[in-house]
C-alpha cells in the first residue's frame, strides 16, 4: 500500500557533499514525521535526522551543522543534505516515515536503504 523510494547515495570522498531524497508514495491521507536512520557494518541502527509535523527537527550529535533535513509536505517526501562528510558516516542510510494511510491507521514505514560510502 505504501512504498518508501530513497536515493541520492554513493561514493564520495572525505568533506564532500551529498543530497538523499525519500518520496512516499501509495494510498497517504497526511504525513506527521519523516526522518533517517543509519546502520553502519557491526554497528546498531541510529537515528540520523527527522523532520516533525511541526516543523520541529531532531538531529544526531555526530551530524550536528553538517547534514540538514528537509521535507515538502504536499509531496510526502524528504531530503537530507549531508556536507562535509567524513569515513565514520558510512553506512546503509534507511529513510522512515510516520503515515496515517487510513482513520485510526497511524504507522511507522521503511525504505530498502541506500548505501553512503566516504573513502579517499
Known amino acids: 500500500q505504501v512504498q518508501l523510494m530513497e536515493s541520492g547515495g554513493g561514493l564520495v570522498q572525505p568533506g564532500g557533499s551529498l543530497r538523499l531524497s525519500c518520496a512516499a508514495s501509495g494510498s497517504i491521507l497526511h504525513m506527521t514525521a519523516m526522518g533517517w536512520y543509519r546502520q553502519a557494518p557491526g554497528k546498531e541502527r541510529e537515528l540520523v535526522a527527522r523532520v516533525t509535523s511541526g516543523g520541529s527537527t531532531d538531529y544526531a550529535d555526530s551530524v550536528k551543522g553538517r547534514f540538514t533535513i528537509s521535507r515538502l509536505n504536499a509531496e510526502n517526501t524528504v531530503f537530507l543534505q549531508m556536507n562535509s562528510l567524513k569515513p565514520e558516516d558510512t553506512a546503509v542510510y534507511y529513510c522512515?516515515?510516520?503515515?496515517?494511510?487510513?482513520?485510526?491507521?497511524?504507522?511507522?514505514?521503511w525504505g530498502q536503504g541506500t548505501q553512503v560510502t566516504v573513502s579517499s
Open positions: 522512515n516515515a510516520y503515515l496515517y494511510v487510513a482513520v485510526g491507521a497511524h504507522d511507522a514505514y
